[in-house]
């Protein structure tokens, strides 16, 4: 990612080879998420027939001064770079235009073409940079809101110091915040930090004078140095950390120290535990958990903590466990409404009708499960007993008088005829009754007649 070194270099070989040239052809992409605020066509016939005056830049930021408004700004994001035809600009890695591309590339978003001949590009591969067109970047978003540039603005050693006292956030972070220090970027802080032997996560207000002096001087060291030398990378010193932070945890080491990885600030930090130790307050506290560590959970484990269900607690009751039932209803349709919305949202047990052993007469904790049950023979017992019920609630309102006839009730004469035909039902079996007994004492006294007489 081009930070305030290579933004520089860019900046330098603009004011070097183009400054004083018009501009007699532009190319501009028709990319809106890089192009910002204003469409290619627009944008070319703003900039045609310009010359440019001056090329000036604010921390990761640079714009063109034409010989009269709007003027060309630029904000590099990940991968923009600026490329010269026929002048070496700095390359990094991961914006990288080989010689035998074609020209302009085919990530180019503005290609302009000066009175000489002379033609740049300004590229971007993964589109996270903005192209803009403004009356006076300095004094317009996001220029305007950026803090001192780290090397034409940079406060001194007593401003520095009464400015991290301020701040409660660990000093990686904070030198990543651009309204703070403009220019630093992932990379320049970590090899800052290093050379002053802070570590990453130490809090801001925490570091003594001593250690903000070593800051402030390592801060232009390494900036002047890598802007010395155009930020081509291979010309810095050996014994930087830059040169081992892109190497795999558990084999990257400088000056024969080991280098960890961390993330500080939300980008991914390569330090030296030997030399950049947590101090004060914070000595005491456990230190972060490396890359490796954390790349190995995030393999392992399901950490979503939204979806994480908390147990409950042995003391406990078992309310939390006990499902109310649905309300009974005179519509089945209705019923079975409410049956499925207790179904979503039922509470199994993890091990239903199991004891633990050496707690005897008790159920073991319970922990609460997803909607959908663990147990497939608890959840076909639950819906046939509700079945079973529902059957017998709907027989039991069936005979209970709801409303006028037509609405599931009925009309006093047919009560009335009904009531009378149980009446006979009951009286016709009672007198079955009467009958069947009396039919049987009589065959009781024929038998025992006939047993007298076979005596005699």
Not at 186 to 197: F, G, I, S, T
Not at 433 to 452: E, Q, T
Request: include cysteine; aromatic fraction near 6%.
């Amino acid at each position: 990612m081009p930070e305030l070194p290579e933004v520089e270099a860019a900046r330098r070989a603009i004011q070097d080879h183009c400054v004083g040239k018009k501009i007699v052809k532009s190319v501009i992409a028709n990319d809106s998420k890089v192009i910002d605020g204003v469409s290619a066509s627009d944008f070319e016939a703003s900039i045609l027939n310009k010359t440019i005056v001056a090329a000036h830049r604010k921390g990761k930021n640079m714009w063109l001064q034409l010989d009269s408004p709007p003027f060309p700004s630029f904000q590099f994001g990940m991968t923009g770079a600026i490329y010269i035809k026929g002048v070496a600009v700095t390359k990094y890695k991961r914006a990288a235009v080989t010689d035998t591309d074609e020209w302009p590339s085919k990530y180019s978003k503005v290609f302009v073409e000066l009175n000489d001949g002379l033609e740049f590009s300004f590229t971007d591969k993964r589109r996270f940079a903005k192209v803009r067109l403004l009356d006076n970047p300095a004094s317009l978003p996001p220029i305007s809101e950026l803090g001192p540039d780290a090397l034409l603005e940079l406060m001194n050693v007593d401003e520095l110091f009464n400015a991290l006292s301020k701040k409660k956030i660990g000093i990686k972070a904070l030198l990543l915040d651009q309204s703070f220090i403009s220019g630093i970027g992932n990379w320049v802080a970590d090899e800052v930090l290093y050379q002053a032997r802070i570590h990453p996560m130490q809090i801001a207000s925490s570091l003594f004078k001593e250690s903000c002096a070593a800051l402030h001087r390592c801060i232009k060291e390494v900036i002047e140095k890598a802007v010395e030398v155009g930020a081509d990378s291979s010309q810095y010193p050996s014994d930087w950390i830059f040169h081992f932070r892109e190497m795999k945890p558990g084999k990257a080491f400088v000056n024969g120290k080991k280098i960890e990885f961390i993330n500080a600030g939300g980008r991914t930090t390569a330090y030296v535990p030997e030399l950049q130790k947590l101090s004060g307050a914070q000595a005491s506290k456990p230190a972060a958990k490396s890359r490796k560590a954390s790349r190995k959970k995030k393999d392992g484990d399901d950490d979503d903590k939204d979806n994480e269900i908390e147990e409950p607690e042995s003391g406990e009751e078992d309310e939390r466990n006990v499902e109310s039932k649905p309300q009974q209803s005179s519509n089945d349709g209705e019923r079975k409404k409410q049956s499925k919305s207790n179904k979503s949202t039922r509470i199994d047990d993890d091990d239903a009708g199991q004891r633990k052993p050496g707690n005897k007469g008790r159920r073991a904790p319970t922990k609460r499960k997803s909607p959908v049950s663990g147990n497939d023979d608890d959840d076909a017992n639950r819906r046939k007993k509700s079945r079973v019920e529902g059957k017998k609630d709907s027989a039991k309102i069936s005979k209970v008088n709801t409303g006028p006839k037509g609405r599931g009730g009925h009309d006093d004469d047919t009560d009335d005829k009904g009531d009378e035909k149980k009446s006979s039902r009951v009286t016709k079996g009672r007198q079955r009754k009467v009958d069947n007994s009396s039919k049987k004492k009589m065959d009781a006294g024929k038998n025992d007649k006939k047993i007298k007489k076979k005596g005699k």
